[in-house]
């Protein structure tokens, strides 16, 4: 268990959640959780991710037509 700081001074908290963007359905993803203020947080590796498959997704829906 890894743990960060958040910009509030609280302790982030990493654990694995489900996860769901836009409809979209992620699976179980490691999500950081403020203890303080509940901020979430997810890693660069993780959002990139996410972005990624969100803009697949867009594509998809264009070449369907
Ligand atoms: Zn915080």
Redesign the pocket.
Same mark, same amino acid.
């Given at each position: 268990m890894k743990e960060s700081l /958040?910009? /509030? +001074? +609280?302790h982030v908290v990493w654990k694995k959640e489900p996860v769901k963007i836009k409809g979209k359905d992620f699976g179980e993803l490691e999500v950081g959780r /403020?203890d303080? /203020? +509940?901020?979430k947080f997810l890693h660069n590796k993780t959002m990139n991710m996410i972005e990624h498959k969100l803009k697949e997704s867009q594509e998809g829906n264009i070449y369907e037509y």
């Open positions: /958040c910009i /509030c +001074g +609280g /403020c303080r /203020c +509940g901020a």
